[in-house]
């Protein structure tokens, strides 16, 4: 296929930071809008001065930064965020990412009749599984502000897709951890920080009973998943899963990391009470992805958290200095 333009919004993110890796080792031209609030300069070092990359340091909240950044291009990758935990202290700011945000990029989108809107979905917009696996007809039940953004996110592009003719994808990712994950104050993600505990050999802590399932997606393959249903016409007009379709409690990532660092379970694990609006239970059911695209994740939980040890000790901290980052109730 012939070789795009792409801005990524949030592409020093996350999931974003390793899109825009693979999108240039494809041979596609890269615009980066970040604010550099989630992302990070150190996400996008291994590619920076790369001759078919730019970064523009702006706000999706502010559609001349998004009208810049969108300029000349022919995909958007929209996967700017605010996550779930800031959403609880902070409703209406994440709100004002998630929704208005989109509205502009979906604006800009069609003003400059880009071939294809992209949009990144969260599968926290099922809330609690009604029924397992989770397929793409599930009920939509979100239980926290940022469950309930990343809901209008998606009908806002269904809806510009139907009413304007914009061209358009949803892919749902399910819980995502790898590389570039948040260990770090309000932000901070469960699969990171429980290791950036486990290297200080402090409690991991489970918030309930531990008992809550996730269907765990290492970020490598995510960003892997994005890219193929952007180059994939059949996706066009459609939302898809992306998940790996095994379910792993909080209970077995604790002692899973545990096994890693040779900690007991029995004395390291600890519990302390819920966090609000936590979900119970996710399992997806990934056969629409496989149908269309054709694979399903190959990375399995127990080697994804050693390649995620691995690169947080590659990190030019201390083991303390990791820790002192650290939120522990980060909601609050």
Request: proline share 5%.
């Amino acid at each position: 296929m012939s070789k795009q333009k792409v801005v990524v919004t949030g592409g020093a993110g996350f999931l974003g930071s390793h899109v825009v890796g693979q999108l240039l080792d494809d041979g596609h031209a890269v615009v980066v809008l970040d604010d550099f609030s989630n992302g990070k300069e150190a996400h996008l070092a291994t590619v920076e001065g790369h001759p078919n990359l730019q970064i523009i340091h702006g706000d999706i909240t502010r559609r001349a930064d998004v009208k810049t950044a969108f300029a000349g291009c022919d995909w958007v990758i929209h996967l700017a965020v605010l996550d779930l935990r800031q959403s609880i202290k902070e409703p209406e700011r994440v709100n004002q990412v998630i929704v208005d945000g989109t509205m502009n990029c979906l604006a800009v989108a069609r003003e400059n009749q880009m071939q294809l809107f992209l949009n990144c979905s969260s599968s926290e917009a099922y809330g609690s599984a009604a029924y397992v696996p989770m397929d793409e007809k599930h009920p939509l039940h979100p239980e926290t502000p940022y469950a309930a953004a990343k809901v209008a996110q998606d009908m806002y592009v269904y809806s510009y897709g139907r009413t304007y003719g914009l061209p358009w994808t949803t892919i749902r990712p399910f819980n995502m951890y790898g590389p570039n994950s948040h260990w770090q104050g309000f932000r901070g993600e469960l699969i990171p920080k429980m290791i950036v505990r486990a290297m200080n050999k402090q409690p991991l802590v489970l918030f309930g009973d531990g008992e809550q399932t996730r269907d765990f997606l290492y970020v490598e393959e995510a960003a892997s998943a994005v890219i193929d249903v952007a180059k994939n016409p059949d996706s066009l007009g459609r939302t898809m899963n992306f998940c790996t379709g095994k379910e792993t409690s909080v209970r077995q990532i604790a002692e899973i990391i545990c096994q890693q660092f040779g900690l007991d379970p029995a004395t390291a694990i600890e519990k302390q009470a819920a966090r609000p609006g936590d979900v119970m239970r996710h399992l997806g059911d990934n056969r629409v992805f496989q149908e269309i695209v054709g694979y399903a994740p190959q990375i399995e939980i127990e080697e994804g958290i050693v390649k995620t040890i691995q690169w947080l000790q590659s990190l030019p901290f201390s083991p303390e200095e990791l820790l002192s980052q650290e939120v522990l109730r980060s909601w609050e």
